[in-house]
């Protein structure tokens, strides 16, 4: 997601969707670019640190910098988490509710970019809710997000991804993993993220209870 199991909640295991030899390379060359950025914005700061330098350290040409992510901001904003939650969702049972679906969904999608790397998604939630740039960046992505999920939702109950009542579930949740993350950086990440975004999408399932 542009702009992420549970110790609580253990959702059902899905296997990893396999990848083409291209994509996987592609994957591989975004990592290390942003592996280099994070370095340096960890060193330098976000803002004192160019695309140039970052092109440097991470031992490609700026223009391939470029090529992967058009902006600086790019760079911390864009991952490989919409087609894993894709997938995921497309994965759980057919007569499942759609929230439990995306739910277990973000769950199972989530934990493959933890599990990689939670140091890196650490650093990108703490620029996320410091840098402003970022802030505003990161609604772009949030919409490329939330079109993937009408799309997939609108196959599994069968209405149309323009459906009001759709957009407002698939905003709710959107909105529900913006906040646990933002919560997350706000209380010194020593939490479990994928916890704290299960309880954020426990309350969509169950409604808040007193």
């Known amino acids: 997601m542009q702009g992420m199991a549970s110790a609580q909640t253990s959702p059902t295991e899905q296997p990893e969707p396999r990848l083409g030899l291209r994509e996987r390379k592609k994957i591989q060359t975004r990592r290390a670019i942003r592996g280099a950025a994070y370095r340096l914005f960890a060193e330098q700061g976000y803002d004192a640190t160019p695309v140039d330098r970052i092109a440097e350290a991470a031992d490609v040409s700026p223009s391939t910098v470029f090529r992967y992510f058009p902006t600086k901001e790019d760079i911390v904003l864009t991952d490989e988490y919409d087609p894993l939650m894709e997938a995921a969702i ?19 999608g989530l934990r493959h970019l933890v599990d990689a790397d939670l140091t890196e998604l650490r650093q990108r939630t703490r620029l996320v809710h410091e840098v402003p740039a970022l802030r505003g960046r990161s609604a772009e992505g949030m919409a490329q997000t939330g079109r993937m999920l009408c799309g997939v939702l609108a196959e599994r109950t069968g209405r149309s991804p323009d459906d009001l009542e759709l957009r407002v579930a698939v905003a709710a949740v959107l909105g529900a993993m913006q906040e646990a993350m933002m919560h997350w950086v706000e209380q010194g990440q020593t939490e479990d993220p994928l916890a704290l975004i299960d309880r954020a999408l426990g309350v969509l399932v169950r409604g808040l209870t007193r």
């Not at 994965?91 to 969904?105: C, D, T």
Request: hydrophobic share 30%; aromatic share 0%; net charge positive.
């Open 90 to 108: 497309r994965a759980r049972p057919a007569g499942e509710p759609p929230l439990e679906s995306i739910r277990r969904g973000v769950l199972d």
